[in-house]
């Protein structure tokens, strides 16, 4: 009996020392219903016969909704993919894609092909995602309608402007 008292006591004692005792720091838990998201705003293409004829201004929005602008001169800058973090569900998504200028350039070849993709994509901490294409198109042009094309591309909006609440509410 004096034995089994002794085992049992040494047990108990040798429980009591294994307990977690790790100092390390650990990343907090979020709190329940607490979500964060990231933006990913991705430039994946633009024809060289675009930078022919202009820069692209790429306007974005960071963490705390401020208007960020990265110029993009020539297609070796691309894939250009910009990604804010630590948003919440009111963050703001706002992304838009300008030709920025219009140089007139003698014109060298019979057509020119304009080509764009452009997306963003918004991943939550609970696995959540969404996305949407902003623009993906293709067109070959002639050289007697270059220049017309190319200044109405001056003046069209591709605005995204939404909220990650919004933009999860369509998915």
């Given at each position: 009996?004096?034995?089994?008292?002794?085992l049992?006591?040494?047990?108990?004692?040798?429980f009591a020392?294994?307990?977690k005792?790790?100092?390390?720091?650990?990343?907090?838990?979020?709190?329940?219903?607490?979500?964060?998201?990231?933006?990913t705003?991705?430039?994946?293409?633009?024809?060289?016969?675009?930078?022919?004829?202009?820069?692209?201004?790429?306007?974005?929005?960071?963490?705390?909704g401020?208007?960020?602008?990265?110029?993009?001169?020539?297609?070796?800058?691309?894939?250009?993919?910009?990604t804010?973090?630590?948003?919440?569900?009111?963050?703001?998504?706002?992304?838009?894609?300008?030709?920025?200028?219009?140089?007139d350039?003698?014109?060298?070849?019979?057509t020119?092909?304009?080509?764009?993709?452009?997306?963003?994509?918004?991943?939550?901490?609970?696995?959540?995602?969404?996305?949407?294409?902003?623009?993906?198109?293709?067109?070959?042009?002639?050289?007697?309608?270059?220049?017309?094309?190319?200044?109405?591309?001056?003046?069209?909006?591709?605005?995204?402007?939404?909220?990650?609440?919004?933009?999860?509410?369509?998915e």
């Amino acid at each position: 009996m004096k034995m089994r008292f002794f085992l049992l006591s040494m047990l108990v004692v040798l429980f009591a020392g294994c307990d977690k005792d790790d100092d390390s720091t650990t990343e907090p838990e979020e709190e329940p219903g607490t979500v964060t998201y990231s933006v990913t705003y991705s430039v994946n293409k633009i024809s060289d016969d675009f930078f022919t004829f202009g820069s692209f201004i790429v306007t974005y929005a960071d963490k705390d909704g401020k208007e960020q602008v990265v110029e993009l001169k020539k297609a070796s800058q691309l894939p250009l993919s910009i990604t804010v973090e630590g948003l919440d569900e009111d963050g703001k998504i706002y992304f838009d894609l300008t030709y920025g200028s219009y140089i007139d350039v003698e014109l060298t070849k019979e057509t020119y092909t304009f080509a764009r993709e452009v997306s963003y994509s918004v991943k939550g901490s609970n696995g959540a995602t969404g996305s949407a294409s902003l623009v993906n198109n293709s067109l070959t042009v002639g050289k007697n309608k270059v220049e017309a094309y190319v200044k109405k591309m001056v003046d069209e909006d591709t605005t995204q402007d939404t909220t990650i609440k919004d933009l999860m509410k369509k998915e």
